[in-house]
């Protein structure tokens, strides 16, 4: 039987109509976004299936939002296709995703994994309010020319090499001062790199999260983590982990860490990894997972 990884998408993957046929399909999701409206004190799935995306796309929500629909999704699957996670051996999340990864591996519980990314959610929000702040991928540049680009704008403001999710999908992230004179720069003098700006409200992963790192602090201390029933590739450094000691601090370091996605697929891959199953909105690991190695086979679950 193949080896096969679950991932979990991240913030940016969200969209207004997510999770209606989820939930139509699987009746028993509504009680997990009952469950997460409570905390928030909005209604999330009407959020989720009828925006506005303005409200939806915000961190507060955006975070609890994928969260929920991705373990409501997971849910379904071991509900109707269990078949569908045999010969799982090893997970992992992008960004906000390892949260959802902890879940399916048993170290966190949904209820205490919901409390902790509304917590982190909120407390990125706030931290993203103190600075105007955003990211952008940049789309044909690979990590060196990523980084030479920054030099050339690091007078406008502060800017981080803050994603590494396949080749040629390197993400900035920093002051929106620099990214504007990067995007300037890109569009009057490099060919064969594409400026995107993405759907976040700050420059996540940078010492600019630094702030949301007490608040979220004091929620993770909070929690029993548990030992993993599998490995979880950490954003933080492509390894595998399943000690509950680890967990804390990861996800701590993640704030301000760059994500090395495409490290962390590497490694599963590697490590005997040759199928994987996506949880989540719009297919976008499974686009970067055909940009890291085509002959990786993927199944999505959408939300």
């Known amino acids: 039987m193949p080896q096969r990884a679950v991932l979990f998408a991240g913030q940016g993957a969200q969209y207004v109509g997510m999770a209606r046929q989820l939930v139509e399909q699987y009746p028993p999701a509504r009680q997990f976004f009952d469950q997460a409206s409570e905390l928030l004190g909005v209604d999330l799935l009407s959020l989720c299936v009828e925006g506005p995306a303005e409200r939806l796309d915000a961190t507060d929500i955006s975070q609890p939002a994928i969260f929920v629909a991705s373990y409501a999704a997971l849910c379904r699957l071991r ?113 064969g790199v594409r400026f995107v700006r993405l759907a976040v409200a700050g420059a996540f992963h940078t010492e600019l999260m630094e702030p949301a790192r007490e608040r979220l602090g004091r929620a993770i201390e909070a929690v029993d983590f548990q030992d993993a029933s599998v490995p979880v590739y950490s954003n933080v450094d492509a390894a595998p982990h399943r000690n509950r000691n680890e967990f804390p601090e990861l996800l701590l370091r993640q704030l301000t860490s760059p994500v090395l996605w495409e490290d962390a697929i590497r490694r599963m891959v590697a490590d005997g990894v040759s199928e994987f199953v996506e949880i989540g909105p719009k297919r976008v690991l499974r686009g970067l997972l055909r940009r890291i190695d085509r002959k990786l086979r993927c199944e999505n679950v959408e939300v």
Do not use: H
């Open 79 to 191: 509900d109707q296709e269990p078949q569908r996670l045999e010969g799982v051996v090893a997970t992992a999340g992008l960004s906000l995703g390892e949260y959802t990864a902890l879940v399916f591996a048993g170290a966190l519980p949904f209820a205490e994994g919901l409390k902790l990314v509304i917590e982190r959610g909120r407390a990125m929000q706030e931290a993203a309010e103190q600075v105007p702040s955003g990211m952008a991928s940049l789309l044909g540049a690979d990590r060196q020319q990523a980084e030479a680009l920054i030099e050339r704008v690091r007078a406008n403001g502060r800017l981080w090499l803050a994603n590494f999710l396949c080749p040629g999908n390197v993400v900035v992230s920093g002051e929106l001062a620099a990214l504007d004179a990067l995007e300037g720069l890109i569009e009057r003098e490099v060919d």
